[in-house]
């Protein structure tokens, strides 16, 4: 058996602050405050309802995740965030429309409790976006200072033990890693020069950093995933994970691409296409935030796929992916696949695949889990990108020169495997010869 990591109790109550209180973020707050009152389950969280095989197959230990590895209790979570509009938790998630009447009502007084600070905000990213409740700077330096100033003050108010960050808020506009992102220097001068190339997800991810509070980046924006705050994050002794939920067509494509790949199918062509009508949704309308997120999802089946490797199979891919705001169906986004292949001989096929999602339902429990997991990262003292959290990104963030993981079942591996280490368990190959060796032994 493998040596057991020190790894820090969870003790005391866990602060998740999440910059964008929209669907997404209400979603997963008054999902667990509907859970801890007993009204749901949490379905899709692989903290709360995953189990992990350790050992040998015929040992049958099977736990719990969460009886395997010291998680936070829900029960001692404490939510906050941070907002460009005024509304508090309740109100917003009754605009976004994800969770039925009811079930909020059950939980408002909960919900109400939830006021959001001023946000940090800059429009030229979000330009489809009037922010109303952000804050004033004069530099970008003294905006992060103030971040820095909310976290604290969340976590002395609230009596919290330890703090997370979780990006929530939306898809900023396309732009590429510059010299001021180079090392924390560079950084932290442009800061005070209130560079225009450092976007507010940047300032919230360097404020937390700075703290030495771990940091989860949801949308694919240009944010953690820079030399300086990477460098930030292994001085500061703090784990960062990113980029982009994995929910709706990317989850299906990283389900089914694995597969075809698996049995050497040839694709020929796939066409995606979405609609949705959420604040998301209006905020990729613009063409700049949408290369950011197009960007994000190309990428998932040429690192499946591997053109390079097997030309004759995926090297005449053709890739096309289409979102269309369209406000009628609010948070619940539908997507199309047309997708090409080819089998024996040559000859084609089709699969056609049409998902009613509700996005946010399906990216709450990630939140959820993220936070736990860069929590518990953290008390094992794991520092800088934790890759084994690829599981839950559509562009999962690697060391330089490293190519992604986006098979989805090689990166639950890859996450059990780490909890295993973690624990001091033996690791899982699923190789099973040494079964047959024994009988075969005994025979």
């Known amino acids: 058996m493998?040596?057991?990591?020190?790894?820090?109790?969870?003790?005391?109550?866990?602060?998740?602050?999440?910059?964008?209180?929209?669907?997404v973020a209400t979603t997963v707050?008054?999902?667990?405050?509907?859970?801890?009152?007993?009204?749901?389950?949490?379905?899709g969280s692989l903290t709360q309802t995953g189990s992990i095989r350790l050992g040998k197959r015929t040992e049958n230990r099977t736990p719990k995740i969460k009886d395997f590895v010291p998680l936070a209790h829900l029960n001692d979570i404490v939510f906050g965030g941070w907002d460009v509009y005024e509304d508090n938790v309740y109100e917003a998630a009754v605009k976004a429309g994800v969770l039925d009447t009811h079930l909020l009502k059950a939980i408002q007084p909960e919900l109400e409790a939830l006021v959001?600070?001023?946000?940090?905000?800059?429009k030229n990213f979000v330009k489809n976006l009037d922010g109303t409740h952000v804050k004033e700077y004069d530099t970008k330096y003294n905006l992060a200072l103030a971040v820095m100033e909310d976290i604290k003050n969340f976590q002395a108010k609230n009596n919290c033990d330890r703090v997370v960050l979780v990006w929530c808020g939306s898809t900023e506009i396309f732009h590429e890693a510059a010299d001021?992102?180079?090392?924390?220097?560079?950084?932290?001068?442009?800061?005070?020069?209130?560079?225009?190339?450092?976007?507010?997800?940047?300032?919230?991810?360097?404020?937390?950093?700075?703290l030495g509070v771990p940091f989860c980046n949801g949308a694919p924006n240009l944010t953690c995933d820079i030399p300086a705050l990477v460098?930030?994050?292994?001085?500061?002794?703090?784990?960062?994970?990113?980029?982009?939920?994995?929910?709706?067509?990317?989850?299906?494509?990283?389900i089914l691409a694995p597969g075809l790949h698996a049995r050497a199918l040839g694709v020929q062509g796939w066409f995606s296409t979405n609609i949705l009508g959420n604040r998301d949704g209006w905020v990729l309308d613009d063409p700049d935030n949408f290369k950011t997120k197009e960007v994000s999802k190309l990428g998932v089946l040429e690192d499946i796929f591997r053109p390079d490797l097997n030309p004759e199979l995926y090297g005449d891919l053709y890739h096309k992916i289409r979102i269309n705001y369209y406000p009628p169906r609010g948070d619940n986004k539908e997507s199309w696949d047309?997708?090409?292949?080819?089998?024996?001989?040559?000859?084609?096929?089709?699969?056609?695949?049409?998902?009613l999602c509700r996005d946010s339902i399906l990216a709450a429990p990630i939140v959820l889990d993220l936070a736990l997991f860069i929590d518990l990262a953290k008390r094992a003292s794991m520092s800088g990108v934790q890759e084994w959290l690829s599981f839950y990104f559509k562009s999962p963030q690697t060391a330089p020169g490293l190519r992604p993981e986006h098979d989805i079942f090689k990166q639950l591996i890859k996450l059990e495997n780490t909890l295993r280490h973690m624990m001091g368990e033996d690791l899982i190959t699923h190789l099973g010869l040494d079964y047959y060796e024994d009988i075969a032994a005994d025979a």
Do not use: C
């Open 338 to 355: 047309n997708i090409d292949i080819f089998g024996w001989l040559g000859y084609p096929m089709q699969i056609k695949i049409n998902f």
């Open 116 to 122: 959001p600070m001023k946000a940090a905000f800059d």
């Open 29 to 43: 707050i008054a999902g667990v405050e509907a859970v801890k009152k007993g009204l749901s389950q949490p379905i």
């Open 180 to 210: 001021i992102h180079e090392t924390l220097e560079k950084f932290e001068q442009a800061l005070k020069a209130n560079d225009s190339r450092i976007a507010p997800s940047m300032i919230y991810a360097y404020a937390a950093l700075k």
């Open 231 to 254: 460098q930030l994050s292994k001085e500061t002794n703090t784990p960062i994970g990113g980029k982009d939920f994995k929910t709706g067509q990317t989850l299906m494509k990283t």
């Open 2 to 23: 493998a040596k057991k990591q020190q790894v820090q109790d969870a003790k005391g109550k866990l602060g998740i602050l999440i910059p964008g209180l929209g669907a």
